[in-house]
């Protein structure tokens, strides 16, 4: 089956850096996602990619979808404590509402 | 409601008992998703409905696992025989539609249930 494989598994960084992180899929996907999860919560959605090469930002994040529609990275930059989280690539492929999630990537920002 | 809501919020069960997990998708959505999340894992997809059509429930990982959607609104998954490796944390979400195009099929999801099998 589909898997996604996400980048690092865990950063801890000084606050006013920047992050990056990544996903790379075994399939090719016509959508990516990002999403952030705070402890207790659900997924809320961050970025969403539509087209092979698209660029997109969101206030400090900026995420891509790749050329090859194997993969995608966000960028988060300038990090403040607030971005403590959980983030998870997603993608789907076809018209099916099914998503595929990365294993997540734990952030931890020092003040 | 504004989004999302689920119920319980947590539950503790004895293994072998079956379950019941509610959620309340957003007003007007008409999709509508499981997904379980294990402990420090991403999420993994259960089965999703898309208004009167044939559920997708290739993701459901048993026999065990059922759900329903009543009314086009409301739904209930359903784990009987409880195991202790269905203890995870389930969510719910909700999306307009998937016929309107990619912006339209985004997915909002609640808080979760976490379920504990003892």
Same mark, same amino acid.
């Given at each position: 089956?589909?898997?996604?494989?996400?980048?690092?598994?865990?950063?801890?960084?000084?606050?006013?850096?920047?992050?990056?992180?990544?996903?790379?899929?075994?399939?090719?996907?016509?959508?990516?996602?990002?999403?952030?999860?705070?402890?207790?919560?659900?997924?809320?959605?961050?970025?969403?990619?539509?087209?092979?090469?698209?660029?997109?930002?969101?206030?400090?994040?900026?995420?891509?979808?790749?050329?090859?529609?194997?993969?995608?990275?966000?960028?988060?930059?300038?990090?403040?404590?607030?971005?403590?989280?959980?983030?998870?690539?997603?993608?789907?492929?076809?018209?099916?509402?099914?998503?595929?999630?990365?294993?997540?990537?734990?952030?931890?920002?020092?003040? | 409601?504004?989004?999302?809501?689920?119920?319980?919020?947590?539950?503790?069960?004895?293994?072998?008992?079956?379950?019941?997990?509610?959620?309340?998708?957003?007003?007007?959505?008409? +999709?509508? #998703?499981?997904?379980?999340? %294990? /402990?420090?894992?991403?999420?993994?997809?259960?089965?999703?409905? =898309?208004?009167?059509?044939?559920?997708?429930?290739?993701?459901?990982?048993?026999?065990?696992?059922?759900?329903?959607?009543?009314?086009?609104?409301?739904?209930?998954?359903?784990?009987?025989?409880?195991?202790?490796?269905?203890? +995870?944390? #389930?969510?719910?979400?909700? %999306? /307009?539609?998937?016929?309107?195009?990619?912006?339209?099929?985004? =997915?909002?999801?609640?808080?979760?249930?976490?379920?504990?099998?003892?």
């Amino acid at each position: 089956g589909q898997q996604l494989n996400q980048s690092p598994q865990s950063m801890f960084i000084q606050e006013g850096e920047d992050v990056s992180m990544n996903c790379t899929s075994s399939s090719i996907f016509n959508t990516w996602l990002w999403y952030k999860q705070d402890p207790g919560e659900g997924p809320v959605l961050l970025i969403a990619l539509y087209k092979a090469g698209e660029l997109t930002s969101n206030g400090r994040l900026t995420a891509q979808f790749g050329i090859t529609r194997k993969d995608s990275f966000l960028n988060i930059s300038a990090s403040i404590p607030s971005d403590v989280g959980i983030y998870f690539c997603a993608g789907r492929s076809g018209n099916t509402g099914k998503l595929i999630f990365g294993q997540g990537t734990t952030l931890q920002v020092k003040p | 409601g504004a989004g999302v809501s689920q119920s319980p919020s947590n539950k503790v069960t004895e293994k072998g008992k079956d379950v019941e997990l509610r959620c309340d998708p957003i007003s007007g959505h008409t +999709a509508l #998703y499981w997904y379980r999340q %294990s /402990l420090g894992q991403g999420l993994e997809f259960l089965i999703y409905f =898309q208004g009167n059509s044939a559920p997708d429930k290739s993701g459901l990982p048993s026999d065990r696992f059922s759900a329903e959607r009543t009314g086009g609104s409301v739904s209930t998954l359903t784990i009987q025989r409880t195991q202790q490796e269905d203890s +995870a944390v #389930y969510l719910c979400a909700s %999306s /307009l539609s998937l016929a309107g195009g990619p912006v339209y099929n985004e =997915q909002f999801f609640g808080p979760g249930t976490r379920l504990t099998v003892l």
